[in-house]
């Protein structure tokens, strides 16, 4: 059994989705933000299942973003599981902080961001207060078995998130997907700071087009997703998906074919209107677009005496 319940969240994207899985086990599958409104949403979704709070014995996060991993706190005889990712936040871990702030800083630098944008930085842990405060009891990694439901089963899915993951019924062809695969919106690869530091920035464009081509590889019929509907014309939407991500950095592609480009310069030419109120988003939007042209040989990167980069086409 599969059961959705619709939670209010206070951010642009609107309504996150989470899920109660029964199986051996009675489960929660995301637990939305940590906001009064969704904690009553919560609470009647349960209960209009048949269920209250303390019949939920595990609670499973597909990520760490705060519109997924508030009310974990709302059930503390249960036990929660996630991805390793989910600790840094969850335990608001001192050392990831500081390393945290460090690297957006160098990012915004390299990116030739402003200075009067820097304080960038302390803003992208804003959603802090909407998240949970307590560590997973447990971890799930690629190819476990989730605990108390046999048949199903864990994928990575990075990408939108360093710590996703998604849940895979084979003989169903169901997928719990979190933010994987959305139907109205593309899922944005989101910049964040590695597990291990010396690992450097994840390349999360080139995450998520390798974890979307997976699933497409994959007998998927349908997909319990995140937010809104439930998704059902899988392949075709991740094909029409990987082919528009394709076009945005020919767009890219042009503009630096006619002078190099720094990232910021790029962000400011395809996000004229909404780069200052959405700095984060549109630059990470941006520079999975580079990575992707980089990657494919398409353009090149130099840096400048101040270490700010600029990309040119191949």
């Avoid at 989730?146 to 990408?159: C, I």
Wanted: aromatic share 10%; charged share 25%; net charge negative.
């Amino acid at each position: 059994m599969i059961h959705k319940l619709i939670l209010p969240t206070p951010f642009a994207v609107g309504d996150v989705n989470a899920y109660l899985l029964k199986g051996d086990s009675l489960s929660l599958i995301d637990a939305g933000p940590k906001t009064p409104e969704a904690y009553e949403a919560l609470e009647r979704g349960i209960k209009e299942a048949g269920y209250s709070f303390n019949d939920i014995e595990q609670v499973f996060l597909t990520h760490h973003h705060p519109d997924h991993a508030g009310w974990i706190d709302a059930f503390p005889q249960a036990k929660v599981y996630g991805h390793v990712y989910n600790n840094l936040w969850l335990t608001r871990d001192p050392a990831f902080f500081a390393y945290h702030d460090e690297f957006y800083l160098k990012r915004l630098k390299e990116e030739g961001v402003p200075e009067t944008y820097h304080s960038w930085v302390e803003k992208m842990k804003r959603p802090v207060s909407f998240l949970g405060n307590r560590p997973l009891d447990e971890t799930l990694a690629e190819g476990d078995v989730l605990p108390g439901h046999p048949g199903w089963t864990v994928l990575e899915t990075l990408g939108h998130a360093q710590s996703h993951i998604s849940f895979w019924h084979p003989e169903s062809k169901v997928m719990i997907g979190g933010d994987h695969i959305l139907e109205k919106i593309s899922s944005n690869p989101l910049i964040e700071p590695p597990l291990n530091p010396s690992d450097g920035r994840p390349k999360s464009m080139l995450q998520y087009n390798e974890s979307l081509k997976r699933v497409l590889s994959m007998p998927v019929e349908k997909i319990y997703s995140g937010h809104g509907n439930e998704v059902f014309n899988v392949h075709e939407l991740i094909e029409h998906r990987l082919e528009r991500q394709h076009e945005r950095a020919m767009k890219v592609h042009s503009m630096i074919s006619q002078q190099p480009l720094t990232i910021y310069e790029i962000t400011q030419k395809l996000f004229p209107t909404v780069y200052e109120k959405e700095l984060g988003l549109t630059l990470s939007e941006t520079i999975g677009q580079v990575d992707y042209l980089l990657a494919e040989g398409l353009a090149f990167e130099s840096s400048d005496e101040h270490g700010v980069f600029s990309y040119a086409r191949a």
